[in-house]
């Protein structure tokens, strides 16, 4: 049976994960309206892999005898105006959700959960990989700046993003 401390820090995550899937809901619906279709799909992977993310939790919290409080999950605001800014804000929500799941982890460790922290290292681990990608973007956007025919050849790129289900825990 999972420590309760433990129970309700999971719970929180779950609720961020949902969260964040809704955040980039939002995002690809504004992409949407610029008809930037490359990036429609960049954020609709986003959605899908949130979406994951939170249903891993889901399933592990059941797993381990735990119960899922499903909480309202906040509107989602999209901060930036330029294609830039937006993915700022990507980049900071990310690194918001890894202190977040570092912080789940020290509940683990607090409460000596071993499982618990082998299960959280495949989150950790993405995290590093979601940073990077959203790093790789902005790195891209920053060196077009306002080159509006660049923009069109990184949407086409971003166009090939697939989501491959993943295997977690
Ligand atoms: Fe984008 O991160 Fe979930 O965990």
């Given at each position: ?81 330029t ?36 299960f ?7 995290q ?29 790129d ?12």
């Open positions: 049976m999972i420590n309760e401390k433990l129970e309700k820090a999971f719970n929180d995550q779950i609720n961020k994960e949902l969260y964040s899937e809704y955040l980039y809901l939002a995002m690809k619906l504004h992409f949407q309206q610029l008809n930037l279709q490359g990036f429609v799909n960049w954020f609709n992977v986003q959605v899908q892999e949130e979406h994951a993310h939170a249903m891993g939790m889901i399933d592990y919290l059941d797993e381990r005898g735990g119960c899922c409080v499903l909480e309202a999950i906040d509107k989602p605001v999209i901060e930036g105006k294609i830039l800014e937006i993915f700022e804000q990507v980049l900071k929500h990310e690194e918001f959700v890894t202190s977040r799941i570092n912080h789940l982890a020290d509940v683990a460790e607090e409460v000596k959960d071993r499982a618990a922290l082998h959280l290292e495949w989150y950790l681990k993405e590093v990989e979601e940073e990077a990608s959203v790093n790789g973007v902005l790195a891209t956007l920053r060196l077009i700046g306002d080159d509006k025919k660049a923009l069109l050849m990184i949407d086409k971003l166009a090939a993003r697939t989501f491959n289900p993943p295997i977690i825990g």
